[in-house]
Nanobody, 121 residues
Framework: QVQLVESGGGLVQAGGSLRLSCAVSGSIFSSDVMGWVRQAPGKEREFVAAIKRSDGTTYYVDSVKGRFTISRNNAKNTVYLQMNSLKPEDTAVYYC??????????????WGQGTQVTVSS
């Protein structure tokens, strides 16, 4: 009965910032990795970032390196995505996800409902 709930999405101008949060309820079992996957309208889902809950190792897609930062608070079962220098191409629904290992896009074990991020020109 695991649930992941995203929040923090919204509308922002290009160059602005947003911070997404993902709150996890219920036992996450053996899922060591929490991540973010996004999907723009008409496009496939795309891996954005992930973090290992065990050792804090982070992973990023090249397009967001230097702009996005993923972090976690294990005690609160939360993960965050700080997004700076946002670009219109970052516009998408952002999903929080969890699994035992890092997944590329659609094979994560647990999913949140998604939160909309819109970056205007």
């Amino acid at each position: 009965q695991v649930q992941l709930v995203e929040s923090g999405g919204g509308l922002v101008q290009a160059g602005g910032s947003l911070r997404l949060s993902c709150a996890v309820s219920g036992s996450i079992f053996s899922s060591d990795v929490m991540g973010w996957v996004r999907q723009a309208p008409g496009k496939e889902r795309e891996f954005v970032a992930a973090i290992k809950r065990s050792d804090g190792t982070t992973y990023y897609v090249d397009s967001v390196k230097g702009r996005f930062t993923i972090s976690r608070n294990n005690a609160k079962n939360t993960v965050y995505l700080q997004m700076n220098s946002l670009k219109p191409e970052d516009t998408a629904v952002y999903y929080c996800a969890a699994d035992q290992v890092v997944r590329s896009r659609s094979d994560w074990l647990y999913w949140g409902q998604g939160t909309q991020v819109t970056v205007s020109s």
